[in-house]
C-alpha cells in the first residue's frame, strides 16, 4: 500500500501544479505522462473501491464527481501554494509597513483559499451523499487527506521546503521557550 500511496503521490505532484513554472515537455514526455496519469487513475479506482467496498455504479459515479471538480481542486492547490511561497518571502522580508499590509493581504487570501476548500468539501460531501453511505464517505476523506499530506510532505522536500505548513521562524531560529518540565510532587526543579 505504501508503494501505491508513493506513485499516487507523485502522480498528483505532478498533475496537480498547474502554477509552477516549468519548460515544454517534448512529445514523449506528455504521452508518458498521460500514461502515467492514466494507471495512477485506474490503480486509484481499483483501491477506492476495494477499501470502500464499492459497487461497479458507485465507482462510475464517483468518478464522475472527481472529473466534475478536480479542476477548481487543482486550482484552490495552485493558489495555496502560491500564497504560502508569498508569505514565507513576506515573513523573511524586512519589518516595514509596507511589507505588514502585504502580510495582512495574504493572510485575507489565505482564508479564502481555506474557505473556498470547505465550500468544495461541502459540495463534494453532498453529491456523494446521493450514493454512498456516511462511512463510505467518511474513509473516502481519509484517503484524500492522506493523499494530500503525503503530496505536501514530497512537494516540501522537492522544494528544499524546511518549514512546512507554518508561516514561523525556520527551525533553528529564536523563539518562545519551553516550560521546563516540572518534578514530581510539584516542586520546581
Not at 500514461?35 to 461497479?56: C, I, N, S, W, Y
Not at 493581504?105 to 473556498?116: C, F, W
Not at 453532498?126 to 454512498?132: D, G, H, P, T, Y
Amino acid at each position: 500500500m505504501s508503494r501505491f500511496l508513493t506513485v499516487l503521490v507523485l502522480c498528483v505532484v505532478v498533475a496537480g501544479d498547474g502554477g509552477a513554472q516549468r519548460p515544454v515537455a517534448q512529445p514523449g514526455a506528455r504521452r508518458d505522462r498521460a500514461m502515467l496519469e492514466q494507471r495512477f487513475r485506474e490503480r486509484f479506482e481499483q483501491v477506492v473501491k476495494e477499501r470502500l467496498a464499492l459497487t461497479d455504479a458507485q465507482l462510475a459515479q464517483l468518478v464522475e464527481v472527481n472529473k466534475r471538480l478536480d479542476g477548481r481542486r487543482r486550482e484552490l492547490f495552485s493558489e495555496e501554494r502560491k500564497v504560502r511561497r508569498e508569505m514565507r518571502d513576506a515573513l523573511q522580508a524586512a519589518d516595514d509597513q509596507g511589507n505588514e499590509a502585504r502580510v495582512a493581504d495574504l493572510m485575507e487570501r489565505a482564508i479564502r483559499v481555506q474557505r473556498s476548500r470547505l465550500d468544495l468539501l461541502e459540495s463534494e460531501q453532498q453529491e456523494l451523499s446521493a450514493f454512498l453511505t456516511p462511512t463510505q464517505r467518511a474513509k473516502y476523506m481519509g484517503i484524500q487527506e492522506q493523499l494530500r499530506r503525503r503530496a505536501d510532505e514530497m512537494r516540501r522536500r522537492a522544494e528544499g521546503d524546511t518549514l512546512g505548513d507554518s508561516f514561523g521562524p525556520p527551525p533553528g531560529a529564536a523563539g518562545p521557550r519551553r516550560p521546563m518540565p516540572r518534578r514530581p510532587g510539584g516542586g520546581a526543579p
